[in-house]
């Protein structure tokens, strides 16, 4: 079973960037999907983005569309999410899951499994 450990989180002001890596463990990404998501305090986990392991489907929430691109290294395992222009309202967990059930453009927290453990995004106004 796949193993996923989020990365690359820090605190940034508004307008800047960072890039968050999901890297895998154990099994591979090989046919699965992988999605990014992110919670903030007292809210539930909301979905970012997500791609299939081979680039094919590609698929953004409307609120990060224009500013993050989600790409995946297959040599490296390892799934990315490039984070530009933030704004304070993008301050959250950020968590990577995947959906092997083969479905496409699935968008709910509930159809994921194997989360990581988060890594903290946090936007200074």
């Known amino acids: 079973q796949v193993q996923l450990v989020e990365s690359g989180g820090g605190l940034v002001q508004a307008g800047g960037s960072l890039r968050l890596s999901c890297a895998a463990s154990?099994?591979?990404?090989?046919?699965?999907?992988v999605g990014w998501f992110r919670q903030a305090p007292g809210k539930e986990r909301e979905f970012v983005a997500r791609?299939?392991?081979?680039?094919?489907?590609?698929n953004y929430a409307d609120s990060v569309k224009g500013r993050f691109t989600i790409s995946r290294d297959s040599a490296k395992n390892t799934v990315y999410l490039q984070m530009n222009s933030l704004k304070p309202e993008d301050t959250a967990v950020y968590f990577c899951a995947v959906d092997r059930s083969g479905a496409s453009a699935r968008t709910s927290a509930r159809n994921f499994e194997s989360w990581g453990q988060g890594t903290q995004v946090t936007v200074s106004s």
């Open positions: 154990g099994r591979t990404f090989a046919n699965y999907a």
């Open positions: 791609i299939y392991w081979t680039g094919s489907s590609i």
